[in-house]
């Protein structure tokens, strides 16, 4: 199993500001995925980030809005920029490491 | 298109009346299916994979199933603590994961 770390775990942030959110894994993976799970609603993939390589984003995000950093093989931040009330949203880091494991999220208000 | 479909959306039982949820998904060339609780305010927590038609599973009062079309998530005799929402999620070629949309299941004591 994996013990993925994710903070901050909730935020309330102004509209127009921008929010990084950090996860940590205890042991190296090679990659990570990004979610957004928005109030009622199931998890949609936002993108794969590989250590060494650009992520890869699913139809409808981009990075300009979704940048993501993946300096090494324990560690990702993904940052959502420009924020509008739209982005409100738990935010989930995952690792496959033959399972699916996730972190806590990271619950993210924009007022 | 690659669909993964749960079903029913929410179901509420009594303590003790077994009931399954449904998972059907078509994509291409399946590598995985997983089975996720989810509390409220929490990420998902890891319960099942399964890789192959046929194959089945089990924990505590939890028994997932898996057919060429299709994954059911079997429950006998819940307890309120297995209120919650539970996820499927298949993972399939070009290493992509398509969430369903959840079963939504309260128990009632």
């Known amino acids: 199993s994996a013990v993925i770390s994710q903070k901050p775990s909730r935020d309330i942030c102004q509209r127009g500001t921008s929010l990084t959110i950090q996860c940590q894994v205890d042991s190296q993976v090679t990659m990570m995925f990004w979610y957004r799970q928005q109030p009622g609603q199931s998890l949609t993939l936002i993108a794969t980030a590989n250590q060494g390589s650009e992520a890869t984003y699913e139809s409808g995000f981009v990075i300009d809005k979704f940048p993501i950093s993946r300096p090494n093989l324990t560690f990702s931040t993904l940052t959502v920029s420009n924020m509008s009330p739209e982005d409100s949203s738990i935010y989930l880091c995952?690792?496959?490491?033959?399972?699916?494991?996730f972190g806590e999220g990271s619950r993210l208000t924009v007022l | 298109e690659d669909q993964v479909t749960q079903s029913p959306e929410a179901l509420r039982l009594q303590e003790g009346e077994s009931s399954s949820l449904n998972c059907s998904y078509t994509v291409s060339g399946l590598r995985g299916l997983f089975w996720y609780r989810q509390d409220p305010g929490k990420g998902p927590e890891f319960l099942f994979t399964l890789y192959s038609a046929g194959e089945e599973k089990e924990k505590e009062r939890l028994k997932a199933t898996l057919t060429k079309k299709e994954s059911f998530l079997h429950i006998t005799a819940p307890k309120p603590e297995d209120s919650a929402t539970y996820l499927c999620?298949?993972?399939?070629?070009?290493?992509?994961?398509?969430f369903g949309g959840g079963t939504r299941l309260m128990v009632k004591p």
């Open positions: 999620a298949v993972h399939h070629a070009g290493n992509m994961l398509t």
């Open positions: 995952s690792v496959l490491l033959g399972e699916l494991f």
